[in-house]
């Protein structure tokens, strides 16, 4: 129900747009969430915005390089990527909630597949 694309190769200090779109059902009474697991570490939050699009809140090793943006005509959420670093190497996954400012794992009803994101140094 839930599809993470834009994934990619890219060199440090550039840029990628990953977009989770939602199909079967509409998400857009659902806080939605990017989350990342790098190998062998745990899956840490990213960013998540509130249904309406009017709240955000990042976790700080991305603060001011990510922004996390929402379309719900079109059931989107994209997540913009500057500054990349090679620590935000990573599996990125989307995932929905009814709990906004959730950022643990447990807390979120719907997930995506998940999209590479590699950065090279």
């Known amino acids: 129900q839930l599809q993470a694309s834009g994934g990619g190769l890219v060199q440090a200090g550039g840029s990628l747009r990953l977009s989770c779109a939602a199909s079967g059902r509409t998400f857009s009474s659902y806080a939605v969430a990017w989350f990342r697991q790098a190998p062998g570490k745990e899956r840490e939050f990213v960013a998540t915005?509130?249904?309406?699009?009017?709240?955000?809140y990042y976790a700080d090793s991305v603060k001011g390089r990510f922004t996390i943006s929402r379309d719900n005509a079109k059931n989107t959420v994209d997540l913009q990527m500057n500054g990349l670093k090679p620590e935000d190497t990573a599996v990125y996954y989307c995932a929905a909630t009814q709990l906004y400012g959730a950022t643990t794992t447990r807390l979120y009803d719907y997930w995506g597949q998940g999209t590479q994101v590699t950065v090279s140094s």
């Open positions: 915005i509130s249904w309406s699009g009017g709240s955000t």
